[in-house]
């Protein structure tokens, strides 16, 4: 199975300033189509997960543009350029290129 | 506008088997590349990947799962079963049906979810 490892697992972000989490797959996720097959979602407190980026870095529709995402092969980054209240909740990496598909554990993002 | 939503028992016994079924609308499980997925998500814990069926009919199951799992679909009526044996304690969660567009596209439509105990 492909391992997912995020970090930070907590992040306590002020509203306004930008935040970062990091996933590391343990084998590339980069397909020989040139895609990455790459998913980042947000589970909001009592709520399903809902995608936010895939293939690495195409924003789901009706995402904010504060969210982007980059990377490829096995490093990967979210970024929020301006963390607002309604973005806290755990955000997970997943990886699409083979079964089992895997989930990161999960960075809890808290307003500080 | 795509919906999901899962149904089943929310309290079973350890031993008996769980029957969960997922009722979409708003696409076709009949459509070239799409495809439905299982995810569970134990209370306070990560998600968890269980098994998905492509709209060719394709299956694919978590190897830690395989031998309890079975998912079909109905597509007449626009549903995806998913049976898991040998119910544990350890099988409490919550359990998710999403679909998605393709392999690449991401799980971009997800039910509500479903909690299940597995408790004497």
């Known amino acids: 199975d492909i391992v997912m490892t995020q970090s930070p697992l907590s992040l306590p972000v002020t509203p306004g300033e930008p935040a970062s989490i990091s996933c590391r797959s343990s084998?590339?996720?980069?397909?020989?189509?040139?895609?990455?097959?790459f998913d980042w979602y947000l589970q909001k407190p009592g709520q399903s997960p809902q995608l936010l980026i895939y293939?690495?870095?195409s924003r789901a529709s009706g995402v904010p543009d504060r969210f982007s995402g980059s990377g490829s092969g096995t490093d990967f980054t979210l970024k929020i350029s301006r963390v607002e209240a309604e973005d806290i909740g755990i955000y997970y990496c997943?990886?699409?290129?083979?079964?089992?598909?895997?989930f990161g554990q999960g960075t809890k993002l808290e307003i500080k | 506008q795509i919906t999901l939503k899962e149904s089943g028992p929310t309290l079973v016994k350890p031993t008996q088997t769980l029957t969960l079924t997922c009722t979409f609308s708003?696409?076709?499980?009949?459509?070239?590349?799409?495809?439905v997925g299982w995810i569970r998500q134990p209370p306070g814990k990560a998600l968890e990947w269980l098994a998905l069926i492509y709209w060719d009919d394709d299956k694919r199951y978590s190897p830690s799962l395989i031998s309890r799992l079975t998912i079909t679909k109905d597509t007449s009526k626009n549903q995806v079963v998913l049976t898991m044996t040998n119910m544990d304690p350890v099988d409490t969660a919550t359990y998710y049906c999403a679909h998605r567009r393709s392999i690449l596209t991401g799980f971009n439509y997800w039910g509500q979810g479903t909690l299940v105990t597995v408790s004497s």
């Open positions: 084998q590339s996720l980069l397909h020989s189509d040139g895609y990455n097959y």
């Open positions: 293939s690495g870095s």
């Open positions: 997943m990886q699409a290129l083979q079964t089992p598909y895997t």
């Open positions: 708003g696409f076709s499980l009949s459509t070239s590349a799409v495809l």
